[in-house]
């Protein structure tokens, strides 16, 4: 061995030991794993994930849903609707002011039943679904809709419009994860035949 190779000893399950150099520049110590972990079990004991995620989901529903029932809400989804080759058909059916109410009421209607899954979690897994149907729909007018991104030096990026339009694609994973969650709970509910 030279001298300026590092000092390595086996311990007892002849794996290779780190000097005390080594232990303080590589990872966490064991403390702090504990610490991590055990932060992480309490995160998923307390099913923190799903409370900030129903939870957000429900307030944007209502107030986005509520804020499409008035004419500046009506107003400004024109531009979305009326260039997607999915929801174009809508307002010419019923118009924007009616149109824009009909996509609120379908918001609410989510909302509602999202939040009526924390007690019967098969009206969760109905609002999921609803969801997941009206984010799909959106996220697809991140393509059709103009201004949506922009160049900048030949390089295309997403403007406000287009970041606007993207918290849909996050939304949509939401409400696929809502619809597992309450499908768990429905599950659990028919298994003790409730």
């Given at each position: 061995?030279?001298?300026?190779?590092?000092?390595?000893?086996?311990?007892?399950?002849?794996?290779?030991?780190?000097?005390?150099?080594?232990?303080?520049?590589?990872?966490?110590?064991?403390?702090?794993?504990?610490?991590?972990?055990?932060?992480?079990?309490?995160?998923?004991?307390?099913?923190?994930?799903?409370?900030?995620t129903s939870i957000g989901m429900i307030v944007?529903?209502?107030?986005?849903?509520?804020?499409?029932?008035?004419?500046?809400?009506?107003?400004?989804?024109?531009?979305?609707?009326?260039?997607?080759?999915?929801?174009?058909?809508?307002?010419?059916?019923?118009?924007?002011?009616?149109?824009?109410?009909?996509?609120?009421?379908?918001?609410?209607?989510?909302a509602l039943l999202i939040a009526a899954g924390y007690f019967r979690p098969k009206?969760?897994?109905?609002?999921?679904?609803?969801?997941?149907?009206?984010?799909?729909?959106?996220?697809?007018?991140?393509?059709?809709?103009?201004?949506?991104?922009?160049?900048?030096?030949?390089?295309?990026?997403?403007?406000?419009?287009?970041?606007?339009?993207?918290?849909?694609?996050?939304?949509?994973?939401?409400?696929?994860?809502?619809?597992?969650?309450?499908?768990?709970?429905?599950?659990?509910?028919?298994?003790?035949?409730?």
């Open positions: 061995m030279s001298r300026i190779d590092p000092v390595v000893t086996l311990n007892i399950d002849d794996q290779v030991a780190a000097t005390p150099a080594q232990e303080s520049s590589a990872a966490p110590s064991k403390s702090t794993q504990r610490s991590l972990t055990g932060l992480a079990a309490w995160i998923k004991d307390h099913d923190v994930p799903f409370l900030v944007m529903l209502l107030w986005a849903g509520s804020f499409k029932m008035t004419a500046p809400g009506a107003e400004g989804i024109i531009p979305l609707v009326s260039n997607s080759p999915l929801t174009s058909w809508h307002f010419k059916l019923f118009g924007p002011y009616i149109g824009s109410d009909i996509i609120g009421l379908t918001e609410i209607t989510g009206a969760g897994i109905i609002g999921g679904l609803i969801t997941t149907v009206m984010f799909f729909t959106t996220s697809t007018m991140l393509l059709t809709t103009p201004g949506a991104t922009i160049a900048v030096n030949g390089v295309r990026y997403m403007s406000f419009l287009g970041l606007f339009l993207y918290k849909d694609v996050i939304s949509l994973g939401v409400s696929l994860y809502l619809i597992g969650y309450f499908g768990n709970k429905a599950l659990l509910l028919e298994n003790r035949g409730e």
